[in-house]
């Protein structure tokens, strides 16, 4: 999307709050805690890289994840292990997403979700928009709902779904019960859905009742 310049249009610019942004102020920590001096990002990004265990085991703490690490580990991978043997982070704890992501902000009345369909102006027109409060409850229905149907740890549940809160809301139910959730975009035409759907057999398939495409119902 172009400006009236004919340049890219700027979607998003960092705060000017130099200091008390959250990357700031984790670089901040990490000064304070593990005796260094990173001036900006980049450096903190290269100690990360250099430092990976004291990295991981500090971020985990400070993001307050739940459960808690036990203190029994004390690395946060087995670094004996080839990048190709995919070494498990943090092996034997359980922690579930959902619960870590759906917490995450206490003020009920904070946006959590915009959502901007295919028919809507993306300057003109309100978006759908879900407080964390809001998120949170339409998260729980959708599991109860779930539940009610037979889903349980480990089931699949499969969505042909455009983006939109919907999809996030039942991505995060499944997430919230141990489920797998997948989502398959609608574009993908018949016989790409279905081949996508046989690969997982899924215990569960929602699906959009119609998708938009320049303004046209391309099913119904």
Known sequence: MANDNGGPEILWRPSQRKGRVAMDEYRQHVNQRFKQNHRDTQELQKWSAENPHDFWLDLYSYMDMVPPMPSTIRKAYDDTLPTSKIPPFFEGLEMNYAENVLFANPNSDAPALIGISEGQDLYRDQGEVITW???????????????????????????????????????????????????????????????????VTPSILFMDSHSLYKGNRDFD
């Not at 409060?133 to 455009?162: C, H, M, P, Y």
């Not at 939109?164 to 141990?178: K, T, Y």
Request: charged share 20%; net charge positive.
């Open 133 to 199: 409060g809001g998120f949170r409850e339409r998260v729980r229905q959708t599991a109860s709902a779930l539940k009610r149907n037979g889903i349980n740890k480990g089931d699949r549940v499969a969505a042909v779904v455009a983006s939109s809160n919907w999809a996030i809301i039942l991505f995060h139910a499944a997430a919230s019960m141990g489920a797998i959730f997948t989502s398959i975009s609608p574009d993908l035409g018949v016989e790409g859905c279905i081949s996508r759907l046989q690969q």
